[in-house]
């Protein structure tokens, strides 16, 4: 959460700051800010609350430009979203920072400053690394890199920092502990960034800091000491995406766009990945099948709609492979003890790949004796994919609205062609591999079908557009299709909704039934289907109005209080979470457009959580 931009360049900095905040804003968005140095050599800084068009609307008030310059788009961590806690913050001196991430020794370090006699604006624990490297400045003949270093090692928790000084008018000065850095290579320029993402206009070739680094980066070249304080290269690698990439074209909302995509998403995450109705060997890297032949068990680690892909993934793994899984929330994950079985191969699952919470899960699993790491992610840049043994990228491209939808498909067909890969060692023979993956081959085009489903979906939105709660009820693995149905609704419609497996619903959540809470049950044809429809029928019992994804052979239809929306036919137990979940993204959309929310932007989310 919140994105960084910032660089050296030949040229005027502000426009490339801006664009690179617009492209950022999914990361964030209370507040934005730029502080750019003017050809004077004098520090201009501009900050908003609000969205990064308040902030372009500023300056096209009051215009500034610079070669030299940072800029920052804020998810609101310490202190509510207001222009004094918006960045950048300075100090004396012309000092100014941008900060990505949480400090967590901040209020001993303040009450230091303030005997010190700094003045502090914000309640930010930002201001607080601003002013400590203008104190370190003071004892070190003002260099900025050897502050910055001296200070960041007073600091406890996670940032990813941007630093200029009016006193050092030709260089940035970087660190990264916990939070992605990047620098964007040009030709006489170095850019910095958050995200890849945000420089694609300007470069295409990306040096990403390790954990423990700090750089100083010049126009023409840069200097990167590692932890130990010894100088270091870092790869320059060639970024893939586009810089049209992350654009809307016609489509509305970023998400509906998204939604679209899932079809060739899924079927770019297949790509030279299965042929010949074989898995290829290949496809998790080249040690891969080494690892999943030794594979006894599997722990998969993630959250938000990554811990739902992985919900569907313990189903799979334990029915076709016959491997026991385990699925935790990482957030809780990383602060236990966990009993490791032997050979357990340890799933991390995140769409950005720099979820904190998920990061610290796999630093902890390999001190505890994990056989092997893998990384299903959708960033080949990201810190998990670095970290990981194995990595499986997802290649959904850049997903912007922060309602994740095809990042969400691909990981579960990453995450199909992980239980393929596990079957194949421990209980498939080759015919049935021919038809897992033949399974796999047809999701693009049941995706396509199921989108025809969106007029419809469109008018059925309208039945929930006045409603304050609903239910969502699954069984087997459409359980986490319903978790994940919920979840779309509250998070970008702010419908309260919940989901439980369909079988709890007299243990509790029956109570709450009523003709004013509308209850959404996915009913594919499988071996549940006849006691979901027992559960149905408490539900009608009770008043509650039934809107069901029925298979069309299900023998449910439409009736008084009951509404069924009838998918494709010919759809599998193994491609049923995929499909199903796609009518659900739809409704949850539509419902949004109806009540007038932000669709993309819902109010207190960021895309990619980088702070715990």
């Known amino acids: 959460m919140c994105g960084i931009v910032g660089g050296v360049a030949k040229r005027d900095i502000v426009p490339i700051l801006i664009e690179g905040l617009r492209r950022l804003e999914y990361r964030g968005y209370d507040s934005a800010g730029l502080a750019v140095l003017t050809d004077s050599q004098k520090l201009g800084r501009l900050r908003t609350v609000g969205k990064v068009k308040n902030l372009q609307e500023a300056l096209d008030d009051s215009p500034t430009s610079g070669r030299l310059g940072i800029a920052h788009t804020r998810w609101a961590t310490h202190g509510a979203p207001a222009e004094r806690n918006a960045h950048p913050h300075i100090s004396k001196d012309g000092i100014s920072i941008v900060h990505n991430g949480i400090i967590e020794n901040h209020d001993e370090l303040r009450e230091e400053l303030i005997q010190l006699g700094y003045k502090f604006e914000s309640e930010t624990d930002t201001e607080v690394i601003a002013h400590r490297i203008h104190h370190h400045m003071l004892k070190l003949d003002g260099d900025l890199f050897k502050s910055v270093r001296a200070t960041v090692a007073e600091l406890e928790g ?50 990403f800091l390790e954990e423990g680094d700090v750089a100083e980066v010049y126009g023409d070249h840069l200097r990167v000491l590692d932890r130990e304080g010894q100088v270091v290269q870092r790869p320059v690698r060639v970024s893939e995406l586009s810089a049209d990439a ?45 690892v999943l032949r030794r594979t006894e068990a599997v722990q998969i680690v993630a959250c938000g709609t990554s811990y739902h892909a992985g919900v569907v993934a313990k189903y799979y793994i334990e029915q076709i492979a016959q491997l026991p899984c385990w699925v935790e929330v990482a957030s809780e994950y990383r602060y236990r003890n966990p009993v490791v079985p032997k050979n357990t191969l340890f799933v991390t699952i995140s769409q950005s790949g720099e979820t904190a919470d998920t990061l610290a899960g796999l630093r902890m699993a390999k001190q505890a004796g994990y056989l092997s790491s893998l990384a299903i992610c959708n960033v080949p840049e990201s810190s998990l994919v670095r970290e990981s043994e194995l990595v499986m990228l997802t ?64 008018e059925l939105a309208k039945s929930f557009a006045d409603k304050h709660h609903a239910l969502f009820l699954g069984r087997g693995q459409m359980y986490p299709i319903a978790m994940e149905g919920a979840l779309k609704l509250k998070e970008i419609s702010y419908i309260h909704a919940e989901a439980y497996p ?44 039934l809107y069901v994804f029925a298979d069309p052979d299900s023998g449910i239809e439409s009736s008084e209080g009951v509404t069924v929306i009838h998918m494709p036919k010919h759809i599998s137990h193994f491609q049923a979470a995929i499909i199903y979940t796609l009518p659900l993204q739809l409704l949850s959309y539509h419902c949004a457009i109806l009540k007038g929310t932000d669709v993309d932007q819902p109010r207190n989310l960021a895309k990619s959580v980088t702070v715990e």
């Not at 940032?159 to 009016?166: D, F, T």
């Open 158 to 207: 996670a940032y990813a920092l941007a630093v200029l000084s009016e006193n050092t008018p030709d260089k940035l000065v970087l660190a990264r502990e916990g939070c992605p850095v990047v620098i964007g290579v040009g030709d006489g320029e170095h850019f910095v960034a958050s995200d890849v993402s945000a420089l694609l206009p300007v470069t295409r070739n990306f040096m």
């Open 246 to 290: 992350a654009e809307k074209g016609d489509y509305p909302h970023y998400m509906l766009k998204e939604i679209y995509e899932q079809s060739r998403a899924v079927a770019q995450t297949l790509e030279e990945r299965v042929a010949g109705g074989k898995l290829l060997e290949a496809a998790f890297g080249p040690t891969a099948m080494d």
């Open 395 to 458: 290649r959904a491209g850049p997903e912007i609205g922060v309602a994740s939808t095809k990042a969400f498909t691909t990981q579960l067909t990453a995450l199909g062609m992980l239980v393929v890969a596990l079957a194949k060692f421990h209980s498939a023979d080759a015919e049935r591999e021919r038809n897992l993956v033949q399974r796999l081959i047809e999701i693009p085009n049941l995706i396509e079908k199921t989108l025809k489903l969106d007029a419809t979906i469109k």
């Open 502 to 545: 369909a079988g709890e619903l007299k243990h509790g959540p029956l109570a709450l039934v009523d003709t004013d809470m509308p209850v959404i049950v996915v009913a594919p044809n499988n071996d549940l289907l006849e006691k979901l429809k027992s559960n149905m029928q408490e539900v009608r019992a009770r008043g509650g109005e």
